[in-house]
């Protein structure tokens, strides 16, 4: 198999060069495409340096979903890796990644389980979001029924024979796809500036009877948040994403639901995690709070 890697960059000028440097290493990587959005710390610049095939620089943010259908188009693989900017792959990764989609011919997309800097493992995958699972997530409860979250909190279904299992959607931090799926669908959705956008897919793949397959024996290293130094408006933007997210899939009342509902379910996080002790927590939830009430990041429409 050979794949062709797409990565979209904004100032990640500190991540990128390495994660070009990894992919490059692959013998399983034909071209290595990166996508810049309009950075300014030398990010196109540091993924040429580092051997990238071709470096596409956008004179302004265009969002993750267009950088990434920009990168498509100069691509010719069959199949296409979506690579975040601070993702260390290996070619072990990307081999069992790709064992894994051969082996399933209903799969369209695989994707590994993902490493923190300190060493913390983190499943790439996860349930569909519904209007009480997202609103519930933020809220510290007791006990946590099945329903009440998008994380997996217990295995969804047993490996398949390319050890894949069967998920709703993967993360788009290293995502393996059949480009035929992604011609097929269109690429990716454009309205989705930046995150939601690896759910959207998992739900087209659905709409066409495919699998996506977690594969928790392939392991890539990822920071996590390299491009955004404020947490509490990346947070604000993911609950944007989400309300367009369902605006497109269930419908504007579960839409409206949801964006009469986040503030306070936010508030209520808050309240909860200050009585018990938990202050950084409290704090990052009353000032995502704060974000979306600003308007500093608005909740989109279709």
């Known amino acids: 198999m050979t794949v062709d890697v797409v990565v979209v960059t904004y ?26 959005n309009a950075s300014t710390d030398g990010s196109a610049a540091a993924a040429a340096q580092a051997g990238a095939d071709l470096v596409i620089e956008g004179s302004t943010n265009v969002g993750f979903a267009r950088g990434v259908n920009r990168g498509l ?9 979506l690579l975040n900017p601070d993702t260390l792959l290996s070619a072990d990764a990307l081999d069992t990644l790709a064992r894994a989609l051969q082996a399933d011919p209903e799969a369209v ?9 300190d060493g913390g493992m983190l499943a790439g995958g996860r349930r569909f979001s519904t209007v009480a699972n997202r609103l519930l997530w933020h809220l510290p409860l007791p006990v946590r029924p099945a329903w009440s979250s998008p994380e997996y909190l217990r295995p969804p279904a047993p490996p398949g024979p390319g050890g894949g299992i069967t998920v709703d959607y993967l993360w788009g931090a290293a995502l393996l796809c059949r480009r035929w799926f992604l011609d097929e669908i269109g690429g990716l959705d454009e309205r989705f500036f930046l995150y939601s956008e690896d759910e959207d897919l998992g739900r087209q793949a659905r709409g066409l009877g495919r699998r996506c397959l977690l594969v928790p024996s392939a392991v890539v290293n990822h920071v996590g948040g390299a491009s955004t130094s404020d947490a509490a408006l ?20 579960a839409a409206a639901l949801f964006r009469t509902a986040i503030g306070p379910a936010l508030a209520m996080r808050a309240a909860l995690l200050s009585v018990t002790g938990r202050r950084d927590g409290a704090a990052l939830a009353w000032r995502t709070a704060y974000a979306l009430l600003r308007r500093r990041v608005t909740l989109p429409t279709p």
Not at 12 to 36: F, K, L, N, T, Y
Not at 73 to 81: G, I, Q, Y
Not at 109 to 117: D, E, H, T
Request: aromatic fraction near 2%.
């Open 11 to 36: 100032q990640s000028a500190d991540h990128v060069g390495r994660c070009v440097e990894c992919a490059r290493a692959c013998p399983q990587v034909g071209r290595v495409i990166v996508v810049d």
């Open 73 to 81: 188009k100069e691509s010719t693989a069959d199949h296409v890796l």
């Open 109 to 117: 997309m695989a994707g590994p389980m993902l490493r923190s800097p």
């Open 234 to 253: 990346a947070q604000a933007r993911v609950e944007a994403s989400t309300a367009l997210l369902l605006e497109k899939w269930d419908g504007p009342r």
